[in-house]
């Protein structure tokens, strides 16, 4: 069974920063594209960033380009978002999604986690 | 702003049939495949529609999709209370970014 499991999220001031943890199981971790989607509370999906199977392309939303940086770990299957120099506008209920095609990215999240809440906040 | 434009709400009987659309572009719903998500209160979003037509494993036949152009839309018919959820749409964009809707809520009256 895929799990994906965030962890890292809290309270931060506004300029602060933050990293998000994501601890898949269940998949052969290293051939999957994996997302970092947000949600502000009562509010619509955005889609943050991307990282491909082997760590080496990465993209980012305009948004959040220059001030979060996502990563992964193969050795500890495991997904990061460094985030820096948040703002207000940054906080959310953060996602980690697998993509849904081994080798290359498609845009199709097959897989959520239950998301770990960020709150930017002086 | 979202990229992809959707309605706000949409609402329905049960057993009715209801289309929620998606209105996009050339960089992303016409070149590339279009996704359904549903998000159901308090919990993750779900896959429900995949390259633009298709169900996961597990997803009743209820749930239709379909795409022409820059436009995609999600049916539901035979509509049941559980179906009352928030949906999305979503497209892979040429600009190297996933596009979202800005999400549907759906009520079952």
């Known amino acids: 069974e895929v799990q994906l499991v965030e962890s890292g999220g809290g309270v931060v001031q506004p300029g602060g920063s933050l990293r998000l943890s994501c601890a898949a199981s269940?998949?052969?971790?290293?051939?999957?594209?994996i997302h970092w989607v947000r949600q502000v509370p009562g509010k619509g999906l955005e889609w943050v960033s991307l990282?491909?199977?082997?760590?080496?392309?990465?993209f980012y939303a305009d948004s959040v380009k220059g001030r979060f940086t996502i990563s992964r770990d193969k050795s500890k299957n495991s997904l990061y978002l460094q985030m820096k120099t948040l703002k207000s506008e940054d906080s959310g209920l953060y996602y980690c999604?697998?993509?849904?095609?081994?080798?290359?990215?498609?845009?199709?999240?097959?897989?959520w986690g239950q998301g770990t809440l960020v709150t930017v906040s002086s | 702003q979202s990229v992809l434009t959707q309605p706000p709400s949409a609402s329905g009987t049960p057993g009715q049939r209801v289309t929620i659309s998606c209105s996009g572009s050339?960089?992303?719903?016409?070149?590339?495949?279009v996704y359904w998500y549903q998000q159901l209160p308090g919990t993750a979003p779900k896959l429900l529609i995949y390259?633009?037509?298709q169900r996961p494993s597990g997803v009743p036949d209820r749930f239709s999709g379909s795409k022409s152009g820059t436009s995609a839309s999600l049916a539901i018919s035979g509509l049941r209370s559980e179906d009352e959820a928030d949906y999305y749409c979503?497209?892979?964009?040429?600009?190297?970014?996933?596009?979202f809707g800005g999400g549907t809520k759906l009520t079952v009256l």
């Open positions: 979503a497209a892979w964009d040429d600009s190297l970014s996933v596009a």
């Open positions: 390259k633009n037509d």
């Open positions: 050339t960089s992303n719903i016409e070149r590339n495949y």
């Open positions: 990282i491909n199977g082997d760590g080496d392309k990465t």
């Open positions: 269940g998949f052969s971790f290293d051939a999957y594209p």
């Open positions: 999604a697998k993509d849904a095609v081994s080798g290359f990215w498609s845009g199709c999240l097959d897989q």
